[in-house]
């Protein structure tokens, strides 16, 4: 498990030091302008409008990198990066451009510089403590279609992956979306289970891929008039094959959303690290199984 907890906990104050400071130049410029300028200008008003809309558009962007268990090194390092160039530019701005303040306007940059520049410092040496996790995982759209993998290598012969893998009424007991599974009928091609989230909303699925040993699929009844996921379509496909270190298993997820341009773009956007992290959760307590009943 990545070590990310604590950069996520100075993203997410960044984040909220970044809104409170957006909000206040976005709703009181006008009142900020004379505190910090000695001779304010007609557009300083709006130039600060402008500075407090694009910290607020920062302050989301933290905020959604602080959701994400699974944030990289490198994406918190660039935030590292924005900030010193923001402790930078205050150096500059006070230094090439002091006589345009007041003395309350450097004091006001050079508190915001210092809070900015501990964040940074405290980012940089959280980011340096996290791992990158075991499994292999990418969510991406192509062609209008979300698609989400996540492969893993298991000290596990495969005989004993594929078991793990087919004993689905214990699939709820690692994926953290699944609360419950059920067979209705059958095995293998053309079994149906219903599988129930968290809250209790369910729908059911049917085995359209079956080659035993190696790999299954199942086809998720979007159709349904209680499907509760805004997915036109949607289809799994899970493989084990045998690998240097004992075996090695694969998800695939396919999904085709509803709805317009706009709100299928928001809803990938919004729902890939969500994506990623339950595979990756998912991944890692499956192969903690696998290699438990391996011993």
């Given amino acids: 498990m990545p070590r990310s907890a604590t950069a ?32 304010p200008v007609d557009w300083a008003t709006m ?29 918190v390092n660039e935030i590292v990066i924005l900030d010193a160039l923001w402790v930078l530019g205050s150096v500059g701005l006070i230094a090439f451009f002091g006589d ?11 508190i915001v510089a210092m809070v900015v520049a501990f964040l940074a410092i405290a980012q940089f040496a959280a980011a340096s403590k996290i791992q990158k996790p075991v499994p292999i995982a990418s ?7 979300l698609y989400a993998t996540v492969k893993r290598t298991v000290k596990a012969p495969k005989e004993v992956v594929w078991n793990v893998m087919t004993d689905h009424p214990a699939y709820a007991d690692v994926a953290d979306n699944i609360s419950k599974v059920e067979v209705l009928s ?14 209790g909303e369910n729908w059911e699925e049917t085995c359209d891929l079956f080659e035993p040993g190696h790999s299954y699929g199942f086809r998720i009844h979007t159709d349904a008039d209680d499907y509760p996921y805004p997915f036109e379509e949607l289809s799994g496909r899970w493989t084990v094959v045998e690998h240097s270190v004992g075996s090695e298993f694969d998800i695939e997820i396919v999904a085709t959303l509803k709805g317009s341009a706009a709100s299928k773009w928001l809803f990938a956007t919004m729902a890939k690290p969500q994506f990623k992290a339950i595979l990756i959760d998912l991944a ?12």
């Fill in 8 to 39: 996520r906990i100075f993203l997410k104050l960044n984040s909220q030091f970044s809104a409170l400071n957006g909000l206040a130049l976005l709703i009181a410029g006008g009142l900020v302008a004379p505190v910090l300028t000695a001779n």
């Fill in 47 to 75: 130039g600060l409008r402008g500075l407090g809309l694009g910290l607020l558009g920062f302050a989301l962007v933290l905020y959604l990198l602080s959701k994400n268990k699974f944030v990289s090194r490198s994406a």
């Fill in 100 to 110: 345009t303040l007041t003395t309350n306007g450097i004091i006001v940059v050079t």
């Fill in 139 to 145: 969510v991406e759209t192509r062609e209008g279609k």
């Fill in 186 to 199: 059958g095995e293998g091609l053309g079994m149906k289970r219903r599988c129930y989230g968290p809250k």
């Fill in 284 to 295: 890692d307590a499956w192969a903690d199984r696998m290699e438990r009943e391996a011993k």
